[in-house]
């Protein structure tokens, strides 16, 4: 042995890892590997890259990244002791992130075809054993971590998006309400200048507001509503009405036709008729701006309850019974933004008699989450998504069907696997199908995947008990 070599199997000897390792087989160890030095900002692996060689780290420093989008995430960092690369007994074949040197680091080298022989060596592969169950225990609670914060980062996008419309529509409608009230001081001059009785003034009102009690939704169809307000306009051109033009369409979308205006001018003196059409409109303007302020007022609180729907606020972590149709509707609210960005149509069929189920509800949140965002991403634009529940030989029977291209017949056996992905790198972690199958069984149930082109099923069973 070279003297070098002596000085990596010192250095060796000095790791936790290898303390318990005799000389003799961390020589041959050396002996048998290569030992490279490189350089700061290159790179030891990017993503897709096969991962023949196991790394052990003697000096220096690297980065372990992700890359979503044209942003980096950082997961981590090797340094000396640590052992990297394709270890004895791991399946890893490709890397999924970039390795990159940040000081100048010494990596001995090891290839795979090594490793039967390193199998032999009792207390050599005791060590690289307890390696691997460390690696793979602290990298599923990263990645698990990564995964519930970007899940969390998506949802929080689609929330706020979801979110930005309605608040966006009332600041408009307020606005506008503001600026319409200030704009009637001429109107308001007009009004007080004529008299009305009382019966004038309560037939006019009776129809105004029973018009506006029905609310600005019509069922007219575009022709159907263009044609009203040409009628409507040339009813107000034909009587002198100066914002004859204007008013037209505002009583168009309240459903007011010619024979309501020949019913409020039966009601009125002939310079009464434009004053108080004026404040006619004013009404009904004024009836729509509320109108949206409520709509958008509404479905924010709508939202507001989705959100604590799916998250389970104020509420114990010990099985409850499981409203299943209220929790799909708020998971698909979370995700509302993905379906409408695709055109997707989600159909979901709860039937009310559905037995009583209890679980965890925090937990079977997650489940819906991850198979309605995996069969989003699956369909095509346009595409179609089926969820229903039903009660099947004392079972709770769920499927969430999608007519996307289906998963092929070679991994399909893979797909609940830890880490199995079939999405590009840095979109996916492998971990949401996994996540489903653990909680699916931690309920004592199970979940089949039945797929071809065009139909793709995962059903879940619960028992009822």
Not at 83 to 100: A, D, E, K, N
């Amino acid at each position: 042995m070279n003297k070098y070599n002596e000085y990596v199997v010192q250095v060796l000897q000095s790791l936790d890892a290898f303390a318990n390792v005799p000389a003799e087989h961390l020589t041959w160890l050396v002996d048998n590997s290569k030992v490279c030095t490189y350089q700061p900002d290159e790179h030891l692996a990017k993503p897709g890259d096969e991962i023949d060689k196991m790394l052990i780290f003697l000096d220096g420093q690297i980065k372990i990244e992700l890359k979503r989008g044209n942003q980096f995430y950082l997961l981590g960092h090797f340094a000396k002791g640590d052992v990297s690369g394709r270890l004895p007994f791991s399946r890893m074949q490709s890397s999924t992130g970039y390795l990159t040197v940040m000081e100048e680091t010494t990596v001995l080298e090891t290839h795979q075809s090594l490793f039967p022989e390193i199998a032999k060596r009792y207390p050599l592969i005791e060590a690289f054993v307890h390696q691997l169950s460390d690696r793979i225990r602290n990298f599923t609670t990263r990645q698990e971590q990564n995964e519930k914060l970007v899940a969390l980062g998506k949802l929080s996008a689609g929330l706020a998006h979801e979110l930005n419309n309605p608040a966006s529509a009332m600041v408009r409608s307020a606005t506008a309400l503001r600026d319409n009230l200030r704009a009637k001081p001429d109107k308001f001059k007009a009004v007080m200048h004529i008299r009305l009785t009382d019966e004038q003034v309560d037939a006019v009102n009776e129809l105004v507001f029973r018009k506006a009690g029905k609310g600005s939704t019509n069922n007219q169809s575009l022709m159907e509503r263009t044609a009203l307000e040409d009628e409507l306009t040339d009813w107000l051109d034909d009587h002198n009405i100066e914002l004859g033009f204007e008013y037209a369409p505002t009583f168009a979308e309240f459903c007011f036709d010619v024979d309501d205006l020949e019913f409020i001018k039966s009601h009125l003196t002939e310079e009464a008729l434009e004053p108080v059409l004026g404040w006619v409109e004013d009404v009904l303007t004024t009836e729509k701006m509320v109108e949206e302020i409520e709509d958008a007022s509404r479905r924010i609180s709508e939202l507001v309850s989705s959100v604590k729907t799916y998250s389970h606020m104020d509420r114990g972590s010990d099985k409850e019974a499981v409203d299943i149709k209220k929790m799909i509707k708020s998971t698909l609210t979370m995700l509302n933004h993905k379906t409408k960005q695709k055109n997707i149509s989600v159909d979901v069929q709860v039937p009310k008699d559905l037995p009583e189920f209890c679980g965890y509800v925090s937990e079977l949140n997650q489940v819906w989450t991850n198979l309605i965002d995996n069969a989003i991403d699956a369909v095509e634009e346009s595409g179609n998504i089926q969820i229903s529940a039903r009660s099947e030989n004392g079972n709770l029977a769920m499927s969430f069907v999608d007519d996307g291209a289906g998963v092929p017949d070679e991994i399909r056996s893979q797909i609940f696997d830890p880490f199995f992905t079939t999405k590009d790198v840095g979109k996916g972690t492998g971990l949401g199908l996994d996540v489903v199958r653990k909680i699916v069984e931690k309920h004592e149930g199970r979940i089949e995947l039945n797929s071809k082109p065009g139909n793709t099923e995962f059903k879940l069973i619960f028992p009822l008990n």
